[in-house]
């Protein structure tokens, strides 16, 4: 219990020589917290998109079909539905209908898709994303939407309902159409799907469905839903290292701000350290209050720059992180992140800002621990 | 390579712990040759000065790396989504031959900290520097393990692939295979179970005898080790069982996960922090008699002992929980 009183003892007289040169340590803190935002920002904006992408996920199809054509994607024809819903394991096998389409007049492009049953639009009508009522504005309830295929062609639809944003992710640019008028719009034979998704029951047959899949039809491509996961964890993988590898720059260069400060002692510092060696401390209790005084720093500087961060990225949603991470498009989803941040990620962002703090600003400090107090008063 | 923060994260504390462990050996082996508390001159002064800063800078690292080791094992958990294959940290770690060596040479690296920092803090208790030839020693031992950690860990992540399918677990721990994990989880249940009760009645006695007497840490310390292998074969054998309430899946990493409310922490956590306490005591323990030792070093061998104890004791506890909460029946 002694060693505990001492510690405490210690972070006291720290804490009292920190207050007294306020203005120093607080643009020290200050700065270091920059750092920790920026990194803090990187992580917490891709792990919420990683969450964003895995719950979009959920209701995706477990097994897609695409026919391959000239190692393009082509349209499928619908007799395959029955070669695939004869292999055990696989049911509601489905084809869908969905396809881009470029509105000259926005300059956007819209998803263009005809639902399952329950949220089919009776013909003529389609519903529509907030993204594609904004870019259109159709502010005004009943204004119908006109889409042209080419010059001097124009078909109505009435809009029969608009997306609310919390959706907003997925169904921005979304455009919904009945089956007839799809066909009739994109000219697409009565026997043709765009793919084929069904689901599977069992996980762990996936692998084994889509390998006798393929033996049956070898002219298409299997995309499951964990090859989708896959491909959307590495993406933002990717990207969130790309940000932190940039930060970590920045790191650095505060790593070599703090070992500077560390180093160049002011003389009224020197003086108190010599002071203190004076009176009876040794080079080990003056070490740990300089490294108590580094742990308040850090400690100061990762709750400020953490706090700023979530705040940066869950409450205004990121604006200095967003393109980079999120991507661009003319039409783009207004969308707040859902907050959650886990305990690994504190654990590695607080290895990654106050572990090269600490290495950077160790040997300045023994350097002026170890000085003779003559030496020092001087 | 993929280009994951906690990745970056780990090897940045492995690159610090490499030039640390450099930097600190070459320091040692000029102590281990020249140490003299007796002289005066120049050298002896300045070495005990530089004592003070690569002490500092070894146990900062140490600590990280204890960190790491956790760190580890909680993202090849997360990364286990990207390979084909994988349920777990298994198939994450199976994924290249590096993956387990460099779990076990982390395990090594942690476990030698963790003496190391035991062992430095009995050494700054005495005035006289009374460890510090013994503790620099230990550092030119720890020193290539380190090396060897940081190299394996960089060399399992270089060659991760995530086109490579992997194998999961269920497939490493069946008794059906060859090797260590398969020879653990075909362990009868009952004997494992009745091995893991016996250690802890051993490992707890001998506790509370060194706790008593001030005596018989060495003791306490070995019991320790044989606790933790004991309690890491109940767990491939037994325990998982109880946990995923399935007789045939052995895995000691699934239950790191969510699905089981991260339980596997509170296995891991006070079984690793016990037996590392019990290892440092053992490591202490023949420099008790040492003069400047003699007064201060008992009541802080006391306070080890208790907390080791009850690390153990919490491992033995956690088992019982799981047990009595579980679903499956395995005996009657």
């Given at each position: ?284 209790d003056v070490i740990a209050m300089k490294l108590w005084e580094g742990g308040f720093v850090s400690l100061g500087a990762f709750l ?75 | ?332």
């Open positions: 219990m002694n060693a505990l009183r001492r510690q405490r003892a210690l972070a006291d007289y720290t804490i009292a020589a920190l207050s007294r040169r306020k203005v120093k340590n607080l643009a020290l803190v200050a700065v270091f917290s920059l750092v920790v935002f920026l990194l803090a920002s990187a992580m917490f904006f891709a792990s919420a998109l990683r969450q964003e992408a895995d719950a979009a996920l959920e209701g995706a199809p477990d097994l897609i079909v695409q026919q391959l054509s000239l190692g393009r994607q082509a349209m499928i024809s619908a007799d395959l539905i029955d070669d695939l819903a004869s292999i055990r394991g696989v049911r509601d096998v489905r084809g869908r209908l969905w396809g881009y389409y470029y509105d000259r007049v926005s300059g956007a492009n819209y998803t263009v898709m005809v639902p399952e049953a329950g949220q089919m639009p009776p013909p003529g009508q389609v519903i529509i994303g907030e993204g594609i009522a904004r870019a259109r504005g159709l502010e005004w309830q009943g204004a119908p939407l006109f889409l042209s295929r080419k010059q001097g062609d124009l078909n109505r639809f009435d809009v029969a309902q608009t997306f609310e944003s919390d959706s907003a992710l997925l169904t921005a640019d979304l455009l919904l159409m009945n089956a007839a008028d799809f066909r009739a719009f994109f000219s697409v034979p009565e026997d043709m799907f765009t793919d084929l998704a069904a689901s599977v029951r069992n996980p762990r047959e996936r692998a084994t469905v889509v390998d006798k899949a393929s033996r049956a039809m070898p002219d298409a491509r299997f995309v499951t839903r964990d090859d989708i996961a896959r491909t959307y964890m590495k993406l933002f993988d990717w990207r969130e290292g790309m940000m932190v590898a940039l930060a970590a720059v920045a790191m650095l260069a505060f790593a070599i701000f703090a070992a500077d400060k560390a180093s160049g002692l002011s003389a009224e510092e020197a003086r108190e350290i010599g002071i203190l060696k004076a009176i009876g401390w040794d080079t080990r400020l720059g953490t706090t700023a961060a979530y705040a940066h990225v869950f409450w205004a949603g990121a604006p200095l992180f967003a393109p980079v991470l999120k991507g661009w498009a003319v039409i783009y989803p207004a969308f707040r992140l859902a907050p959650g941040v886990d305990l690994s990620e504190l654990v590695v962002l607080l290895l990654l800002t106050t572990l090269p703090y600490a290495a950077a600003t160790v040997v300045p400090v023994w350097r002026a621990a170890s000085a003779d107090p003559d030496a020092v008063m001087r | 390579m993929i280009f994951r923060t906690p990745i970056l994260t780990l090897l940045l504390v492995s690159f610090l712990a490499l030039l640390v462990a450099l930097g600190a050996a070459w320091f040692g082996q000029r102590l281990v040759r020249h140490w003299d508390l007796a002289s005066g001159s120049r050298a002896q002064l300045e070495m005990e000065r530089r004592t003070e800063l690569v002490s500092t800078l070894f146990a900062m690292v140490m600590l990280a790396e204890a960190v790491a080791l956790f760190l580890f094992v909680f993202n090849a958990d997360r990364m286990a989504a990207l390979f084909v294959g994988a349920m777990c940290a298994v198939g994450t770690l199976n994924v290249n031959g590096y993956g387990f060596p460099a779990l076990y040479a982390k395990i090594a690296v942690f476990f030698a900290a963790a003496v190391w920092l035991i062992v430095d803090h009995v050494d700054r208790l005495g005035r006289d520097y009374p460890l510090t030839r013994v503790k620099y020693a230990l550092i030119l031992g720890i020193a290539p393990l380190v090396i060897l950690a940081g190299g394996l860990e960089l060399a399992y992540y270089l060659n991760l692939r995530t086109d490579v399918i992997t194998s999961c677990c269920s497939k490493l721990f069946t008794p059906a295979n060859e090797g260590i994990g398969n020879e653990m989880a075909g362990l009868a249940p009952g004997l494992s179970l009745w091995a893991l009760a016996l250690a802890e009645l051993v490992v707890l006695g001998l506790g509370a005898y060194a706790v008593r007497t001030g005596r018989g840490h060495a003791l306490f310390a070995l019991a320790g080790a044989v606790f933790f292998a004991v309690a890491l074969t109940a767990m491939v054998s037994v325990i998982s069982l109880y946990v995923y309430e399935n007789p045939n899946h052995h895995c000691p990493f699934c239950i790191l996960q969510r699905e089981y409310f991260y339980i596997g922490y509170a296995f891991y956590v006070p079984l690793f922090g016990a037996t590392a306490l019990a290892l440092g005591l053992g490591a202490t323990a023949p420099f008790q008699r040492r003069a400047s030792l003699e007064a201060v070093l008992p009541p802080v061998a006391r306070r080890f002992t208790l907390w080791a104890m009850a690390g153990f004791a919490t491992y033995g506890a956690v088992t019982l929980l799981v047990i009595a909460r579980s679903h499956l029946i395995l005996f009657g």
